[in-house]
Nanobody
Framework: QVQLVESGGGTVQPGGSLRLSCAAS????????IGWFRQAPGKEREGLVC???????????PHVNYVRGRFTISKDSPKKTVYLELNDLTPADTGIYSC???WGIGTPVWYMGMKYRGNGTLVTVSS
C-alpha cells in the first residue's frame, strides 16, 4: 500500500525558508514521479513541480510562475524521499503543501493530479 507522508511545515516570517519532505513507502518500484502541490486558503490545489525518480528530470507546472527561482525540488532515491526547499517566502505562499505520486516517468499534465496523495503539511508565512 503506497503511503506518502509530508513533514517540515510550520510558521515562518516573510523572507524566510523551509524545507519540506515527502517520504514514500509501501512499494519497490523505481519508476515513479513525485510532485508537490499547494492549496492556498480559498483556492484550488495546484501542482508546483515534480521530479522523476529514475532520471532526476524536473518539470514545473507551466501555468505557475511564482515558484521558479524560489522553490527547489530534490530527491533521495534510497530513502524514497523528495524534498521541496522554499525560499524567500511571502504570505501568498501560505497553504497546505502536499505530495503526490504516479508511476512511470510522468505525463505532460502531471499537475492535474496523480494517483496517490499525502495529507499535506501546513506552511504559514506571517510576521
Amino acid at each position: 500500500q503506497v503511503q506518502l507522508v509530508e513533514s517540515g511545515g510550520g510558521t515562518v516570517q516573510p523572507g524566510g525558508s523551509l524545507r519540506l519532505s515527502c517520504a514514500a513507502s509501501g512499494f519497490n518500484e523505481n519508476f515513479y514521479v513525485i510532485g508537490w502541490f499547494r492549496q492556498a486558503p480559498g483556492k484550488e490545489r495546484e501542482g508546483l513541480v515534480c521530479i522523476v525518480n529514475s532520471n532526476g528530470n524536473v518539470f514545473n507546472n507551466p501555468h505557475v510562475n511564482y515558484v521558479r527561482g524560489r522553490f527547489t525540488i530534490s530527491k533521495d532515491s534510497p530513502k524514497k524521499t523528495v524534498y521541496l526547499e522554499l525560499n524567500d517566502l511571502t504570505p501568498a505562499d501560505t497553504g497546505i503543501y502536499s505530495c503526490q505520486l504516479d508511476w512511470g516517468i510522468g505525463t505532460p499534465v502531471w499537475y492535474m493530479g496523480m494517483k496517490y496523495r499525502g495529507n499535506g503539511t501546513l506552511v504559514t508565512v506571517s510576521s
